[in-house]
């Protein structure tokens, strides 16, 4: 049974940093690719943030300079640091590997708020 499960999630301070993480149980994802995406009240869920199989990465315009997503393939984790947060940026965050299905994490509450 593949099992998602993320933290690092909190209160931060605008132009404060925060380090997702997303441990996978279940299915070894160096292969797939994996990504961020989070969902604020009353929108749809967006994509922040991709990395494939073979290590690039993608990011949404909102937040390129600012984060970086990466793995640590032999601990099958897949994080997200969040560096110059804005208020913009609060969200429940989740993440998501596109295997032979998608699975996704229960997700992980960022709030950025002075």
């Known amino acids: 049974q593949v099992q998602l499960v993320e933290s690092g999630g909190g209160l931060v301070q605008p132009g404060g940093s925060l380090r997702l993480s997303c441990a996978a149980s279940?299915?070894?994802?160096?292969?797939?690719?994996r990504g961020w995406y989070r969902q604020a009240p009353g929108k749809q869920r967006e994509l922040v943030a991709q990395?494939?199989?073979?290590?690039?990465?993608n990011y949404a315009d909102s937040v390129k300079g600012r984060f970086t997503i990466s793995r640590d393939n032999a601990k099958n984790i897949l994080y997200l640091q969040m560096n110059s947060l804005k208020p913009e940026d609060t969200a429940v965050y989740y993440c998501k590997i596109a295997a032979w299905a998608d699975y996704w994490g229960q997700g992980t509450q960022v709030t950025v708020s002075s």
């Open positions: 990395i494939t199989g073979d290590g690039r990465t």
């Open positions: 279940g299915i070894i994802f160096t292969v797939y690719n």
